[in-house]
């Protein structure tokens, strides 16, 4: 982001019918703001703040005793409250002891943001207070369905709040040995799918085409050959990965960003996604009747990998009109300029069933 961008910690004067816009603009730092604002447009997480829920969850056993979360954090109540300040550089100073790496104003990346941001206001609200010892009992003799399930407890049972209810899902990776045709599966939890681009030559592709590249089988072979448990030795194996439970906020992440020998490229493709009715139970790894998401807010990246800028599509819950935020400017924008080769991050919501009957 260039060192030009504005500066205010004053929420922007809101578009009618829209009460979210919260801007960090004093510490250059646009990719907080544009994941800042995907969060506020989040209507589970809006909800959890304006009605104070998140005070009888709060937990002082956490590392920050509560001050990223508290009185801070920007899901709190006063961000939706049009005549609101709030203390941005108080709160970049809380991310920043969080997470040292976001010290100082260089350009970061949204999507670690977004999941350092989530840690730590996960573990400011976590319901278990005195976490159990890590069970190490295997697992592997129980069906699949049953081991998901345990797995899943075992997680809970040390991360359980109102961030993990909205974006956790579990993910199921099989390894199937090519010698003795063991197949072994993991099931773990995950905050967000990063999703390879596909590269074709007439240089658009859907975000279908990524999701089936994410969950295309792969063959490990060579210095990438795991050891089967059966073998007890290294083989040539298939990995594949399929959803085994969907979250009910899913945030895509589409991986425009390669590491090169000496500097890191940007894939620019144009990755067509639907608005509505993303329909996701071919990826799920067993029967699934409602895997069906909306799309409500796009983090896009334009520019370089060296001089390149943040901004935010959300969807008010209030209102449902579509906003574009960039850094202190908020303005309407028609939901048909939503898609485009910037969308960086994009935040889909279960659902709910009735609403497709």
Not at 138 to 148: C, I, N, T
Not at 297 to 324: D, F, I, L, Q, R
């Amino acid at each position: 982001m260039s060192q030009q961008d504005g500066v205010s910690a004053r929420m922007a004067s809101p578009p009618p019918s829209h009460s979210c816009s919260f801007c960090l603009q004093s510490s250059k730092t646009c990719f907080m703001n544009s994941i800042l604002q995907c969060l506020s447009n989040t209507k589970e997480l809006r909800d959890y703040c304006l009605q104070n829920q998140y005070l009888r969850d709060l937990n002082n056993n956490s590392r920050m005793r509560t001050a990223l979360m508290s009185g801070t954090c920007p899901l709190g109540a006063a961000l939706w409250v049009p005549t609101a300040s709030l203390p941005a550089e108080f709160f970049k100073t809380q991310i920043q002891r969080y997470a040292p790496r976001f010290v100082g104003y260089n350009q970061q990346d949204a999507q670690e943001f977004l999941r350092f941001l989530l840690d730590g206001l996960h573990s400011e609200v976590n319901r278990v207070l005195v976490r159990p010892r890590a069970s190490t009992d295997s697992l592997d003799h129980l069906p699949d369905d049953e081991k998901s399930r345990q797995m899943w407890r075992r997680y809970q049972e040390r991360e359980d709040s109102r961030f993990s209810d909205l974006f956790v899902g579990q993910l199921k990776s099989s390894l199937t040995c090519s010698e003795c045709g063991y197949c072994s599966t993991a099931f773990d939890p995950f905050w967000d799918l990063s999703l390879p681009i596909p590269k074709k030559g007439y240089g658009e592709v859907t975000l279908m085409d990524c999701l089936r590249l994410f969950t295309k089988e792969d063959v490990l072979d060579g210095d990438e050959k795991p050891t089967c448990c059966r073998c007890k030795a290294r083989t040539r194996c298939t990995k594949k990965f399929s959803i085994q439970k969907f979250p009910k906020i899913l945030v895509l992440h589409l991986k425009r960003f390669s590491e090169a020998r000496i500097r890191s490229s940007k894939l620019t493709t144009f990755v067509n996604f639907p608005l509505k009715d993303l329909d996701l139970r071919e990826f799920a790894s067993q029967s699934c009747n409602h895997a069906v998401y909306n799309l409500y807010a796009v983090s896009n990246h334009s520019g370089t990998t060296m001089g390149g800028h943040y901004t935010a599509y959300c969807k008010s819950p209030v209102s449902s009109e579509w906003h574009t935020f960039n850094d202190s400017r908020v303005t309407p924008m028609s939901s048909s300029h939503v898609r485009s080769s910037d969308a960086y991050l994009l935040f889909y919501e279960l659902a709910s069933p009735s609403s497709r009957m």
